[in-house]
């Protein structure tokens, strides 16, 4: 049957009233305590009484806000069995001193249920931590013997309670006296344990590593002062402060992990646990080394080894902490990062994977969950590459090129990342997203292009085949006609001649408009200077403004291509100025520095609010981008409007 939220909830409101129960055993295991003899009570300080009364209210309070969380109920579980050992310990001799039936069952619970609670916190929660599950099939086995040690220990103890030890009144489990076999388990068990928990720490993501970390140091602690103390005499303090350290930590990695860098205190004390290993290998070494080569030198030798010790300090520490960093981390420093993502842009075939790599790296760089980055083309269109899960409230970094936004950075992530590191990976794509915006102009160019000139073809074929081509065969037949009427009424042969003459004529103005469609006359009988002044000419005429044709520049020997778009550009313009901006005069600039600099310029009405780019906008930008070069519409410095558009001619071939 499926458990119901709310069958989960009552559950986890339940876990209060056990914690409270716990807690008031302890109580009155006290309360006894007071009424026996010293050397019969239990010790006011004995590490159940802090499992008790730490673990199950930290465990209630979890299992509040969590009611399914397995490790919540093993906390309590454990708790509640230690206090249940704590009352036992008291009310055993209590009762053995009254005489009252129970006393041989509260003895036995005595001897050994302390070992439910031990091994389960430290057998079994290191296999589960943080969420219940194993991280590996593999850890089956572990798991099972980690529930069988409460089991082999109550039957070894039942069978033989003298074995137990006493350390400050305090009951031990000493390996030492117990079966090899119950040792090899529970050590055995111990090392599965923590070797489940590096394994879960390699394999798990940032935030479960964090959780992980938080559990560690009071952990690990816990269990060395816990498996010492059966052997060795252990300072109640150390042991008492461990045990309440370890359910607090547990608590914050579960619940407010996020809170605080733990990240920073494991990253330190790898590198200087490492550090110290390094420093005290090379300094003995060094001091051996010297010992066996001069015997009588031994303050020198410590002197020298001490030195070489200091001087490989720095460089050493650095490593393990770039090492360190890496492992927790994953590569910190900016410049490596950039540098690696420039190497693996370099292995793209094409922008779009190029994209896709650099949000790999970017995903990798930042540990984030999942990235995208969009890039905005200049027709506003979006290019995307994605790598990950960004979830439901990603951040945003834009991208901005050279002051003018191509883009963003979008990334779901735990945290904040270094702020260092994020703004110059985020320079970085913007480049990247500028070469791909680039590269789909030069796309869209030459597909443009293509077009354009299947376009072109079609519209000549079409006018040389519907056209031209029976005009022509018109003329030939007429002048069959003429041939055989020549012979026969030679009279009428000046009509058919004369008809013959018209329809040539025409023809002849067919194609003229054909070759003018694809180079202006005007350019090779007066230039380009001189066709524009034609133009100008043209559009003055009637009630058409006055139009003023500056030249900086001597503009021979331009290329064919960059003549015939700087031409048709300001044809364009003068047009519209003409229909649409009602100006009294506009100013015509061709400036030749390197690039060719056409200007149109009115004192008309201006652009509309609403401005909708039409076919002969969208001709003269065409036209600028043919060229590799840019062509902008916009209001003018007094007014009007104002047509700028910059032509290369140095790549033009003529």
Request: aromatic share 6%; net charge neutral.
């Amino acid at each position: 049957m499926v458990e119901t939220a709310g069958q989960r909830r009552g559950a986890g409101r339940a876990a209060a009233p056990v914690a409270l129960g716990a807690v008031l055993l302890v109580a009155a295991s006290f309360a006894i305590g007071t009424r026996l003899p010293s050397d019969l009570r239990t010790v006011w300080w004995h590490p159940e009484i802090l499992v008790a009364i730490a673990w199950t209210p930290v465990a209630a309070v979890l299992l509040r806000h969590r009611p399914g969380l397995k490790v919540g109920w093993l906390m309590l579980g454990a708790g509640f069995s230690a206090a249940v050992y704590v009352l036992s310990l008291n009310t055993a001799p209590w009762f053995d001193r009254h005489d009252w039936p129970g006393t041989g069952f509260l003895t036995w619970l005595s001897t050994w249920l302390w070992a439910v609670d031990t091994y389960a916190l430290t057998l079994v929660l290191p296999l589960i931590f943080p969420d219940g599950r194993l991280v590996s099939r593999w850890f089956r086995p572990a798991l099972v013997l980690a529930c069988l040690v409460p089991v082999i220990v109550c039957v070894h103890l039942t069978i033989d309670p003298d074995v137990r030890e006493w350390h400050n009144g305090v009951s031990v489990y000493p390996f030492g006296g117990i079966p090899v076999p119950i040792t090899v388990i529970i050590l055995g068990t111990l090392a599965a344990a923590l070797f489940s928990i590096a394994v879960r720490f390699v394999r798990s993501p940032p935030d479960v590593r964090r959780q992980i970390a938080w559990v560690v140091y009071p952990g690990l602690v816990a269990e060395a002062v816990i498996y010492t103390g059966e052997n060795t005499m252990i300072g109640d303090p150390l042991r008492n402060v461990m045990i309440v350290a370890v359910p607090v930590c547990v608590a914050i990695a579960i619940t407010r992990y996020r809170l605080y860098d733990i990240d920073l205190v494991v990253s330190r004390t790898l590198v200087y646990a490492g550090l110290a290993a390094v420093i005290t290998g090379v300094y003995f070494a060094l001091v051996g080394t010297a010992s066996l080569l001069a015997h009588d030198e031994g303050t020198l030798a410590g002197l020298g080894a001490a030195i070489v010790a200091g001087a490989v300090f720095e460089p050493v520490r650095r490593r393990l902490q770039r090492t360190v960093d890496g492992f927790i981390h994953g590569e910190r420093d900016p410049y490596r990062i950039a540098d690696r993502l420039n190497r693996r842009l370099q292995t793209a075939a094409d922008p779009a994977a190029a994209l896709a790599v650099a949000a790999e790296v970017a995903r990798s760089a930042l540990h984030a969950s999942g990235v995208a980055i969009e890039v905005l083309d200049r027709d506003r269109r979006t290019i995307a590459a994605e790598d990950g899960v960004l979830g439901d409230r990603p951040q945003l970094i834009p991208l901005v090129w050279h002051g003018e936004p191509v883009g963003r950075l979008l990334f779901g992530v735990v945290r904040s990342p270094d702020a260092r590191l994020s703004g110059i990976l985020a320079r970085n794509l913007a480049e990247l997203a500028n070469a791909v915006r680039l590269a789909a102009d030069v796309q869209r160019s030459r597909e443009h292009i293509l077009r354009t000139r299947e376009e072109e073809r079609r519209r000549l074929r079409r006018d040389l085949h519907d056209g031209l081509g029976p005009t022509l065969a018109s003329l030939a037949m007429t002048v069959d006609a003429a041939r055989i009427t020549l012979k026969t009424d030679p009279e009428a042969v000046d009509t058919l001649l004369e008809e013959l003459r018209a329809t040539m004529g025409s023809t002849i103005g067919d194609i003229r408009e054909l070759v003018y469609g694809l180079r202006p006359p005007a350019l090779d009988d007066l230039g380009l200077e001189g066709a524009i002044q034609a133009l100008g000419g043209v559009v003055a005429t009637g009630d058409g403004p006055e139009v003023d044709v500056q030249v900086e520049g001597d503009l021979k020997g331009l290329p064919a291509a960059a003549e015939v778009a700087a031409y048709r550009i300001v044809q364009e313009a003068l047009t519209n100025v003409h229909r649409h901006a009602k100006a009294g005069s506009a100013v015509v600039r061709l400036h030749l520095n390197g690039d060719l600099h056409v200007s149109v310029d009115d004192d008309g009405v201006g652009l509309p609010a609403q401005v909708r780019s039409g076919i002969g906008m969208s001709s003269m930008r065409e036209r600028a981008a043919e060229l590799g070069g840019s062509c902008t519409v916009g209001p003018g410095p007094k007014g009007g409007t104002l047509v700028r558009a910059k032509l290369p001619v140095n790549g033009v071939h003529p």
